[in-house]
């Protein structure tokens, strides 16, 4: 049974650029989040999908969007890319459900702007 | 969100036991307690969680205090392999559905020695 994988496993940017990192669910699971893991500090949740609608947000501006397919995966987008956007990118997967619901992370997709 | 307060760092040695802890002293009665950790260049994972109870599983133990405003993550016989930085993190159950956002903060950072 796979994990959850995501694609690519690392980029490099320029500044304004725009990029798109995908994910894919662990089997079974219906809920994707992305976080974004700065060097040295814990991951910040950025936003939650289920039922292909944005569930939940974290503090991120506009120029992170995101999209959930039909077959539960995911993808996040960046638009007009910052040097601060440089960071490992995680995807989280999980059952809809209480807050005891564990999620599974992938390894991540390490973003690099320049 | 509820915070939690962890130690920086801990050490450890090989084989003996680990007693990480955990202040939350403004978790609300819904809120889960979930451990996490993170290994060098992978994602998080997840290790145990609780509400009210002890809980035990393979990986580890979870002791809850009776306020619940603080627990411990006991690790019974530490290896290598279990160098990493650990979450404490609370995840909000509110109306017995939650999209379960994690707030990571920085963690502890477990050395075990040979």
């Known amino acids: 049974d796979a994990g959850v994988t995501q694609s690519p496993t690392h980029l490099i940017k320029t500044r304004g650029q725009q990029v798109t990192l995908r994910c894919s669910p662990k089997s079974g699971h219906d809920t994707v989040s992305w976080y974004q893991q700065a060097l040295g500090q814990g991951p910040q949740f950025i936003f939650q999908y289920y039922e292909e609608e944005e569930r939940q947000r974290g503090n991120f501006p506009d120029r992170f969007s995101g999209h959930q397919f039909p077959n539960y995966s995911s993808e996040l987008n960046v638009n007009a890319l910052l040097l601060g956007d440089s960071a490992l990118y995680l995807c989280?997967?999980?059952?809809?459900?209480?807050?005891?619901?564990?999620?599974?992370f992938g390894p991540g997709t390490r973003l690099t702007v320049t | 969100d509820a915070k939690t307060t962890q130690p920086n760092s801990m050490e450890s040695n090989e084989e003996e036991p680990v007693h990480l802890p955990c202040n939350h002293s403004t978790i609300s009665g819904t809120d889960y307690i979930h451990w996490y950790r993170q290994l060098p260049s992978q994602g998080p994972e997840y290790v145990i969680h609780g509400l009210t109870s002890n809980v035990n599983n393979r990986m580890a133990s979870l002791a809850i205090a009776e306020d619940r405003k603080s627990s411990t993550l006991i690790l019974h016989r530490a290896t290598l392999r279990d160098a990493a930085v650990y979450y404490c993190i609370l995840s909000a159950n509110a109306g017995g559905t939650s999209y379960g956002k994690l707030t990571f903060g920085q963690g502890t950072i477990l050395t075990v020695h040979p």
């Open positions: 989280a997967s999980s059952q809809l459900g209480g807050g005891w619901r564990e999620q599974y």
